[in-house]
């Protein structure tokens, strides 16, 4: 199982990105993706997630969504802000939604979001 991540840069406070979780070796549409970060000297946390039957959380700023055909998860954060600036991960499960970090199997290498001010 290989999940690439990608999208990442430097976006100015109030602009929009959308990162994308290219996965491989796996039956995609069967397992459920979340979308985590890190910032620096802090625990990673939850961000959004999507279950494999289409089920989705996520925050007001940010949306979670899929292309089965492409084996592709998607984040879009808009609005952002400075302290959206982290390493954000892809992750995925077998098994229903969580928010717990340790809970996902698979993870991607990352992709940093930088939001200046």
């Known amino acids: 199982v290989q999940l690439q991540a990608s999208g990442g840069g430097l976006v100015q406070a109030g602009g929009s990105v959308r990162l994308s979780c290219a996965a491989s070796g796996l039956t995609f549409n069967r397992y459920t993706w979340g979308w985590f970060r890190q910032a620096p000297g802090k625990e990673r946390e939850f961000v959004a997630g999507?279950?494999?039957s289409g089920i989705t959380w996520h925050g007001s700023r940010v949306t979670i969504s899929r292309d089965d055909a492409k084996n592709t998860v998607y984040l879009q954060m808009n609005s952002l802000k400075p302290e959206d600036t982290a390493v954000y991960y892809c992750?995925?499960?077998?098994?229903?939604?969580?928010?717990?970090?340790?809970?996902?199997?698979?993870w991607g290498q990352g992709t940093l979001v930088t939001v200046s001010s």
């Open positions: 999507i279950s494999w």
């Open positions: 992750a995925m499960r077998d098994s229903v939604l969580s928010r717990l970090p340790s809970d996902y199997d698979h």
